[in-house]
């Protein structure tokens, strides 16, 4: 994996994106965007997943910051409906020699009892081949210790991904190289007790993005670029290897680099970046039968919207999907997508588009709250091109926006106000929200009503439409469009 040539590429996506989004009008919003990344000094172009503590979220930042290469940082309530941004870490200040770390990649952050956040760094380390970290709170400040630095072969390099944590504070992980025989390995890192850690490779590998999941019983469960397995403990330091799923045919999706999600039945869930019926990627489920063996069952080939899905699903309690892609979507820079779930079948439906200035290329696995709420980051776009994080909710109500003039047909000259009203199933959306009157102009709503008062129209029929723009909770929704007559 060469992540310099790979960026190169974001790039020129980003900048596509970008320029569709210039030539787009504002777009329906059930998305929010949290936070900015501005590059210097909070960060740059995030590929992580998030996690949530104590009110608060934490990831991490593959560029910027202080030195350039990356940060960690926690995202904090204000108080006032918005968040507040601090770096936890900055990577590399010895600059080049980078001996605690650089540039964490898809690297999920955890936590462990005592509040201690952990990670990886994809390069950098005492020997460049990647590190993992630990940040200790200690009152308002955090310090920062590397706690394992790979050599290469045989205890791998270049940790990809986040890590996982079993009750005992065993960290476990996956790495894009090293570990003998493979091109990337699983690892496990043992604390002794006396502030060092052990380290051994599990299993050697193909490489890959994913990361890793890890059941109740603390079994591991991942993807190779070919399959899903599971690693077992065998009671004696050892694990043993299942393959539960062999990807053999186009049609049952390829690459599978998106992180496993296990439901409480034991059935897994993941995406795959290519394969299925147009060969951009999939949702499949593996559904472990009675004989404790699994069988794919596809939920949705990507094309007809978002494609090329790097993270991986999250599932809430009535069986939904949710992702984001990297690609696809009415503007060409992925979107966050929903697979509702009737019963019996999944009806996949675009919850977000990217467009730029929210958010442009998703490879995160996004985050469920227990308000069903989604939150994720883009490697690119926001405000100022250098990536958010982002809040969507799919459970946003349904609005209807009706339209009507004071006076239709009137004269040149005289006053024609035009009344908006939105409606939804839990209301009114709040006073101050800004109904548009295409092509006229514009005004905020109180309990649901908008009016807007000219006397500058043109004679002749003016084609009138009152569009509500939506928001988090408020989906977006246009009146029916009638003509405005102006008589002499």
Known sequence: MHLAVTKRGLTLALLSALLIFAVHSAQAQTESVLYNFTGTPDGANPYSTLTFHGGNIFGTTYDGGLHGFGTVFELTPNGSGGWNESVLYSFCPASPSCTDGQNPTFTKVVLDSKGSLYGTTFSGGSLGNGVVFELSPSGSTWSYNVIYNFAGQPDAENP???????????????????????????????????????????????????????????????????????????????????????????????????????????????????????????????????????????????????????????????????????????????????????????????????????????????????????????????????????????????????????LNPSVRGQAVTFTATVTSKNGPPPDGEIVVFEPVGQAAMKGGVATYTTSALNVGKTKITAVYDGDLNFMTSRSVTFYQVVNP
């Open 160 to 406: 990809i991904n986040g890590l996982v944590i079993d009750s005992k504070g065993n960290l476990y992980g996956t790495s894009y190289n090293g570990g003998g025989g493979g091109n990337g390995a699983v690892f496990e890192l043992s604390p002794t007790g006396n502030g060092t850690w052990t380290e051994q490779v599990i299993l050697s590998i193909p490489s890959t993005f994913a990361g890793l999941a890890m059941d109740a019983s603390g079994n591991l469960y991942g993807t190779t670029n070919t399959t899903v397995f599971k690693l077992q403990p065998n009671g004696s330091g050892g694990w043993f290897m299942t393959t539960l799923f062999t990807f053999s045919a186009q049609l049952q999706g390829t690459t599978p680099n998106g992180t496993p999600f296990l439901d409480a039945a034991g059935n897994i869930y993941g995406t795959t970046v290519t394969g299925g019926k147009n060969n951009l990627g999939v949702v499949y489920k593996l559904v472990k039968g009675s004989t404790g063996k699994y069988s794919e069952k596809i939920l949705y080939s990507f094309g007809n919207n978002g494609t090329q899905p790097y993270g991986g699903v999250v599932v809430d309690s009535a069986a939904n999907v949710y992702g984001s892609t990297t690609a696809g979507g009415k503007n060409g820079a992925g979107i966050v997508y929903m697979l509702a779930f009737n019963g019996t079948a999944y009806q996949e439906r675009s919850l977000q588009a990217f467009i730029g200035e929210n958010g442009a290329v998703s490879y995160s696995s996004l985050l469920l709250d227990s308000g069903n709420y989604l939150y994720g980051t883009t490697f690119g776009g926001g405000s100022s091109g250098e990536g958010a994080v982002f809040e969507v909710n799919p459970h946003a109500s349904t609005t209807t926006t009706t339209c009507v003039s004071s």
